[in-house]
């Protein structure tokens, strides 16, 4: 069984995290561990328009993640890369 890490880089947070979110939320039941990551100052009033989101998935859901990863990958500002061990 392999162990799948995704990330996510979401270049344009107020246009697409929402979208993100969404298809996060519709496939809530396969994430095991979600992180997200992104820029912020609070004594300079700054936050990031970029983000990352880390996620490790359950295992035996290749099928799912893999569309998961189709979709995210339609989102104009995102880009998505995958880690997959022990194959």
Known sequence: MAKVI???H???RVEDAVKVQQLLTENGCIIKTRIGLHEAHR???ICSQKGLIILEFIEDAETEI???EAVLKEIESVTVQK???GE
């Open 6 to 8: 995704m990330g996510i």
């Open 10 to 12: 979401v270049g344009v």
């Open 43 to 45: 004594d300079q009033n």
């Open 66 to 68: 893999a569309a998961l």
């Open 83 to 85: 880690m997959v061990f």
